[in-house]
């Protein structure tokens, strides 16, 4: 049962335009919503995160915007470049405890 | 500060075989998880430890999978016997304390496992 539903599955976007990446969740409780980046060949990394009661984060070209009332949030990914090509996960938890992953959103910038 | 290590990165097995992965994680991180990512889906926790005991263990296929982590450091992940569907990348992570938020996931590059 996948807690975190996310898309698109993939999206090609060409450098200097925008990445954006939804995800919704049903259940109310999850009270922290990180993005992680994954690489081929590595292991995903915290690439940024909120809490619900914050609508937005920024950082650098990277935003999460966070709709509590539609259980929604989403990654913007500002001035694409190639070196953003990798995939993209959400995820959430309660209380800081079992993380849930989002299937993934592999993003290509095309130079 | 060194990253979380796995070991090894790469295993092929016939079905029915037993395979074992090992994780060091980073020093002084309390907690060590174990996930599963299957190719074109997100990591799945399988087990999480704090110290050498056991958090969470609930989505771990008990009947061919184990873990230890018995002095509360480096943990091994065993499976036996292995099926198809355990084809998948073992990843191995390590936060400083009990939890995910405040306290970042550090994530191995993972052992992929392929079982034929």
């Known amino acids: 049962q996948q807690q975190v539903k996310q898309s698109p599955q993939s999206l090609i976007v060409q450098k200097g335009g925008i990445s954006i990446i939804n995800c919704a969740y049903e259940n109310t409780a999850f009270d922290y919503f990180p993005w992680y980046q994954q690489f081929p060949g590595k292991g995903p990394a915290l690439l940024i995160a909120?809490?619900?009661?914050?609508s937005e984060k920024k950082e650098g070209r990277f935003t999460i915007s966070f709709n509590k009332s539609a259980k929604q949030f989403s990654l913007h990914i500002m001035d694409s470049q190639p070196g953003d090509s990798a995939t993209y996960f959400c995820a959430a938890s309660i209380k800081d405890y079992k993380l849930s992953f989002g299937a993934g959103t592999t993003v290509t910038v095309r130079a | 500060e060194a990253g979380v290590a796995q070991s090894p990165r790469y295993k092929i097995i016939e079905k029915r075989q037993s395979v074992a992965f090992w994780c060091n994680p980073i020093s002084g991180h309390a907690t060590l998880y174990w996930y599963q990512q299957i190719l074109g889906q997100g990591p799945k926790l399988l087990i999480q430890?704090?110290?050498?005991?056991?958090?969470?263990d609930s989505q771990l296929p008990k009947d061919r999978f184990s873990a230890e982590r018995l002095k509360g450091v480096d943990s091994t992940l065993k499976i036996q016997p292995a099926k198809l569907e355990d084809s998948a990348v073992y990843l191995c992570?390590?936060?400083?304390?009990?939890?995910?938020?405040?306290?970042?996931?550090?994530f191995g590059a993972g052992s992929r496992l392929t079982v034929l």
């Open positions: 992570a390590s936060s400083f304390a009990l939890g995910a938020g405040a306290n970042v996931l550090t």
């Open positions: 430890f704090q110290n050498n005991g056991v958090v969470d």
């Open positions: 909120i809490r619900p009661d914050v």
